[in-house]
């Protein structure tokens, strides 16, 4: 079933990093490991390579897993990344999703979650790349000139075709089905990340400048994706 695959795992403790490599090769993924995010990058940014998926772990020698997986968002890299942390602070997990992260796992994570984790990413991956996939009209909603995709994870918008992370994409869903309502900060937290409404973090505010950018005319004065002081957010159509 997972014939064919590739995973780049991105950890320097060479005992997990083994384990990681044998366990998914032993579940028929073609695996290959480095140390650092400089080979991270280097990697996964050369011409004609193509991973399915990333492990990536966030305390690296060099480059951060935060700072690897901005770069390759910047790059226009959208290969799914599931982050793998020690640091269990709610503040981390944001920052690894604000970076660029599809899913995350704190250490020490449960084998099996891991896989169903990383199997998950490439099935949702493979779907919003297959061209014979056909959008559910739940999943996909149209406004002013821009249509969003959920299922294969693009905007389209005037002269442009962005893709959209998985985050992003549940970020916009979940404001889209509370259209003319304020949605406060808490609620996303609990509904897109799965954390508690009572996360004292803003970091969710980068996610909406960034979707600003790819939906606004100006976004600098928005006209759909609001900021409703003292509350959270609301989209307007």
Do not use: C
């Not at 090769?25 to 011409?47: H, I």
């Not at 990536?56 to 959208?78: I, T, Y």
Request: proline fraction near 5%; aromatic fraction near 8%.
């Amino acid at each position: 079933m997972n014939q064919g695959k590739r995973i780049l795992v991105v950890e320097d403790e060479a005992h997990l990093a083994s384990g990681l490599k044998y366990n998914l090769e032993a579940e028929g993924y073609a695996t290959e490991l480095v140390e650092t995010g400089e080979l991270a990058l280097e990697r996964a940014l050369s011409a004609g390579e193509h991973f399915d998926a990333i492990v990536l772990d966030v305390m690296l020698p060099g480059k951060s897993g935060f700072e690897v997986a901005q770069e390759l968002r910047e790059n226009e890299d959208f290969t799914p990344i599931l982050m793998l942390t020690a640091l269990g602070r709610s503040e981390e997990v944001l920052k690894g999703f604000e970076s660029g992260a599809d899913d995350y796992l704190p250490k020490p994570f449960d084998l099996n979650i891991l896989l169903a984790r990383i199997g998950g990413l490439i099935r949702r991956r493979r779907w919003s790349q297959s061209p014979s996939t056909p959008a559910a009209p739940l999943d996909t909603y149209s406004f002013d000139g821009h249509t969003i995709d959920f299922t294969r994870l693009e905007l389209q918008a005037p002269g442009a075709n962005i893709p959209l992370t998985i985050m992003e994409a549940d970020l916009l869903r979940q404001l889209i089905q509370n259209e003319g309502k304020p949605v406060s900060r808490g609620s996303l937290l609990e509904k897109v990340w799965g954390l508690k409404e009572d996360t004292d973090t803003r970091a969710i505010d980068n996610f909406i400048v960034r979707l600003r950018r790819y939906i606004e005319a100006d976004p600098s004065r928005p006209k759909h994706l609001l900021t409703i002081r003292g509350v959270g957010y609301e989209f307007k159509r």
